[in-house]
């Protein structure tokens, strides 16, 4: 069973940067990209980037340069990502979802990781 | 970016009812995958394809069309399909969702 298994919650002062993991197992986690989704409180959900663990190859929304990084550790079975220089625009949940299929598209997702960012 | 405009943003339906949501893209995409949210959890997979069913979808669900407009349809609504939908693109780069759905129950 696809499981993935998403760090929790985190509070945070603005211009601090936090760093989220996202733990996959009952599959090869070299064989799936893997994805990352916002989405803020009672609001739709938006695309930020995915990472490739096979090569650690990256892509990211242009919305999310410079905000949002995405690593992998292998060894693990880990996806992360990390977010800098955050404001109250950073506060929501953010997701962890497993591509699959042609066309591809989310076929697991992540419990989330509720982000507060707050003095 | 391809924005994806979904119809009504909220909408109620009785037991039984049959119901349509619609989600309209400002360009052409090649297809339309969908996901089901409920209240406090992460979405699911829900259409992909536009018109194919993720495992264990009920059979009353469909999806179609093509183009700039597609479409989720329930034949008969229960109690359990009360939800927030969204659509999702990918014909091309960023892939973007709609604002969704939210249905609820009479």
């Known amino acids: 069973e696809v499981q993935l298994q998403q760090s929790g919650p985190e509070l945070v002062k603005p211009g601090a940067s936090v760093k989220m993991s996202c733990k996959a197992s009952?599959?090869?986690?070299?064989?799936?990209?893997m994805h990352w989704v916002k989405q803020k409180p009672g609001q739709g959900l938006e695309w930020i980037g995915y990472?490739?663990?096979?090569?650690?190859?990256?892509k990211y929304n242009e919305k999310f340069k410079g905000k949002a990084t995405l690593t992998s550790d292998k060894s693990s079975s880990t996806a992360y990502m990390e977010l800098s220089s955050l404001t109250s625009e950073d506060s929501a949940v953010y997701y962890c979802?497993?591509?699959?299929?042609?066309?591809?598209?989310?076929?697991?997702w992540g419990q989330g990781t509720l982000v507060t960012v707050s003095a | 970016q391809i924005v994806l405009t979904q119809s009504p943003a909220i909408m109620s339906a009785s037991p039984g009812e049959k119901v349509t949501m619609t989600c309209s893209a400002s360009?052409?995409?090649?297809?339309m995958h969908w996901y089901q949210q409920k209240s406090g959890t992460s979405p699911k997979r829900w259409i992909y394809?536009?018109?194919k069913l993720a495992s264990g979808v009920p059979a009353r669900f469909s999806g179609s069309g093509s183009g700039t407009s597609y479409s989720l349809t329930i034949s008969s609504m229960e109690a359990e399909d009360a939800a927030t939908y969204y659509c999702?693109?990918?014909?091309?780069?960023?892939?973007?969702f709609g604002g969704g759905t939210k249905l609820e129950i009479k």
């Open positions: 360009s052409s995409v090649s297809y």
């Open positions: 999702q693109q990918w014909s091309s780069n960023p892939p973007t």
């Open positions: 009952g599959y090869t986690f070299t064989s799936y990209v």
């Open positions: 979802a497993r591509e699959e299929g042609n066309p591809a598209w989310f076929a697991y």
């Open positions: 990472i490739n663990p096979y090569n650690d190859g990256t």
């Open positions: 394809d536009t018109s």
